[in-house]
């Protein structure tokens, strides 16, 4: 299991700690083979100290907290949210599944192939395979599975 209870946001431009979307807190299944995959990469890449203000409700001047965090951006601070995107869309190029720019074009933000669709085609992969836990993601199922994959509950 997976328990999220911390995002890291941008407000006024600069990332800052806060609670995760709504203010709830989430434990999420995390699959045997995945959490192997996560202890290999935490053994060889270590969590990295990162030290930001905790912010509520989007009021600026938090407490500073710091937190060990799993996947770093290149300077060793947070993950940028637009280092991750263009990391994710240069994946997507070379795995084939959207064309890159042409040249002296902008990447496109292909949000169809978007890392936030992960989120409801595993909820609807998981839902298949009989597993119920809709309130752990948070999320309406049928919204979900309507909207994303196709799919309906039964």
Known sequence: MVHVNRQVRLIGGHPVFSPPKRGKTRTVPLPESLGLRLSAHI???????????????GKPGGDLVTVELLFPGPNGGALHRNTFNHTWRVGLE????????????RRKSHRDHGCHVLRHTAASAWLGAGWTFARSLNTSVTPTLGSRSGRTPT
């Open 43 to 57: 053994a060889q890449q270590p969590p990295v100290a990162v030290t930001m203000p905790w912010v509520e409700k």
């Open 94 to 105: 070379r795995a084939g599944i959207v064309p890159p720019p042409a040249k002296g074009e």
